[in-house]
């Protein structure tokens, strides 16, 4: 798979993507603001150089906060999700970010395994914060200190 900053032109194949694989999709409209004013990160299959992944995420000052990932059912539990984790961590690293924040449904469980396993430690919780089609759920709230990822060598 291969990482890379987020191009305008891959605005049209996020849109698409955040409609088949977002169970509440963004829209075009907010995903063409975040491709204005956040950063992004996308993933391109290797044999079709099809987009199959991207990360959205803002920043303010020293903060950092994961807004959205999208991962095509094809290749999810392959690893996609934690590579862009990864990416976008070393790139906060090297603008000295110190810290990442980010919220994640109750439900997720899948997720927050993973944001767990990369250091986020959960640190409050929304009630009656996501929409589901039965009702509301809470968000969790994660944090992490980028401070104490220890640097490669």
């Not at 605005?11 to 603001?33: F, H």
């Not at 449904?105 to 089609?133: C, D, I, W």
Request: charged fraction near 20%; charge should be negative.
């Amino acid at each position: 798979m291969l990482i890379r900053l987020a191009r305008a032109d891959d605005a049209p194949a996020v849109v698409v993507l955040d409609r088949q694989e977002n169970p509440y999709p963004w829209g075009e409209k907010l995903i063409m603001n975040a491709f204005e004013s956040r950063q992004g990160w996308v993933v391109q299959a290797p044999d079709s150089g099809e987009l199959v992944a991207w990360l959205c995420a803002s920043q303010l000052y020293d903060q950092a906060e994961l807004e959205l990932i999208l991962v095509a059912q094809s290749v999810r539990r392959q690893g996609v999700a934690r590579q862009l984790m990864d990416a976008w961590l070393q790139a906060l690293q090297a603008q000295q970010i110190a810290e990442c924040l980010l919220e994640v449904r109750e439900t997720n469980t899948g997720a927050m395994g993973l944001y767990e396993s990369l250091g986020f430690t959960q640190v409050g919780h929304r009630k009656n914060y996501y929409k589901t089609p039965k009702g509301r759920e809470a968000a969790c709230l994660y944090t992490l200190s980028l401070n104490e990822i220890p640097q490669g060598d």
